[in-house]
């Protein structure tokens, strides 16, 4: 940091317990938390942000159990980016795209100078058109591209990004067409999960 303190976002070489899918607690749904990121109301999306480094699921996880199994990553609600439509095939974002943007990184801004330790997965995903491990590949060049375009519009530091592409895995609308709505950007607070 520039005052000098330093601080260690995780540490994924220590031992963690496995995980006991039934002993989870069920996911939280925040009626307040937005569905998606850009809908002009950047009080709400402070809120939803703020609220995941104040829960607490009762243990702690590898950021690897976060990354790799759904119901631990489920813990911490998704804000989803609808500012960004991604064409087919297509990890760029245009820049008005990016312009819209606004209030996530703004908010992420902020959040991270009060909590610096904060840590957030970026999720890239894709439609079911193509193959899956391009549709792999592809969505992990998303997750990436809003990655950077929240760290260099916004100044959203990079360490505190993590990112990780689902490809077709988590289809918003259950399609094998070519969808926008699959073709997208997920963010998650995931600090209160990390052990």
Not at 112 to 120: A, E, G, S, Y
Not at 159 to 180: D, R, S
Request: proline content about 7%.
């Amino acid at each position: 940091m520039p005052d000098g303190r330093e601080y260690v976002l995780f540490d994924d070489t220590q031992r963690v317990a496995p995980v006991d899918l039934g002993q989870l607690p069920a996911a939280r749904v925040d009626p307040q938390r937005p569905a998606a990121a850009g809908s002009g109301n950047d009080a709400a999306l402070r809120r939803a942000l703020q609220a995941e480094l104040n829960a607490d699921v009762g243990r702690r996880f590898s950021l690897d159990q976060i990354r790799s199994i759904a119901p631990v990553r489920y813990l911490a609600p998704e804000i989803e980016v609808d500012a960004i439509t991604f064409a087919t095939g297509s990890a760029a974002i245009a820049p008005d795209q990016a312009r819209e943007l606004a209030d996530l990184g703004t908010a992420l801004s902020r959040l991270l100078r009060r909590h610096p330790d904060t840590v957030l997965l970026i999720e890239g995903h894709t439609d079911a058109v193509g193959d899956a491990s391009y549709n792999l590949a592809l969505s992990d060049r998303r997750a990436e591209s809003v990655a950077l375009a929240l760290s260099e519009y916004f100044d959203v530091p990079p360490e505190n990004m993590v990112i990780q592409g689902y490809g077709e895995q988590l289809l918003k609308v259950p399609t094998q067409a070519a969808e926008p709505e699959n073709r997208r950007a997920v963010v998650r607070n995931i600090t209160a999960l990390l052990n």
